[in-house]
């Protein structure tokens, strides 16, 4: 039972620390950094999903999961990116004490959300079978 825990209690500390890296680096970067934010989280997030993968029975499967966990979350950082980035402009039209590090905050936590939400996907799809239900 330990070993078997093991890997969810390492990935799931990778998780946290992919989530503070994110903010972290969005707080240390100039003007884009919300888009940069966004995106290098979901790198982060994408190790994660390759650490979670490898503990996954069968290279092939293994494999597989890794390289959807690696290009969903990419896709998604650079979709809420871009939709965050332009909403920027607009927003700061109409609240002026909306600060640049708010707005990083708000993306980063969209993108972790964005994320988070795939990853949830994939581990229930894969309880789910492993419960084998027929």
């Known amino acids: 039972m330990v070993l078997r825990l093991k890997p969810v209690l390492i990935s799931t500390a990778f998780l ?3 989530w503070a890296a994110a903010i972290l680096f969005g707080f ?3 003007e884009d950094a919300g ?5 290098y989280g979901s ?3 994408a190790l994660y999903g390759l650490t ?5 029975p069968g290279v092939k499967r293994a494999l597989m999961f890794a390289s959807l966990t690696a290009v969903l979350p ?23 004490g909306f600060t640049e ?8 936590l969209l993108d972790i959300s964005v994320v988070s939400a795939v990853l949830l ?10 419960l084998d239900f027929q």
Not at 121 to 130: D, F, N, P, S
């Open 16 to 18: 946290f620390l992919a």
């Open 28 to 30: 240390s970067v100039a």
């Open 35 to 39: 888009g940069l934010c966004t995106i």
């Open 43 to 45: 790198f982060l997030f």
């Open 52 to 56: 979670v993968s490898v503990w996954q």
């Open 74 to 96: 990419v896709c998604a950082g650079i979709a809420v990116s871009l939709v965050t980035y332009n909403a920027w402009y607009d927003t700061v039209d109409y609240y002026p």
């Open 101 to 108: 590090q708010i707005y990083m905050v708000f993306a980063s």
């Open 121 to 130: 996907l994939k581990g229930l799809l894969w309880i789910w079978r492993k």
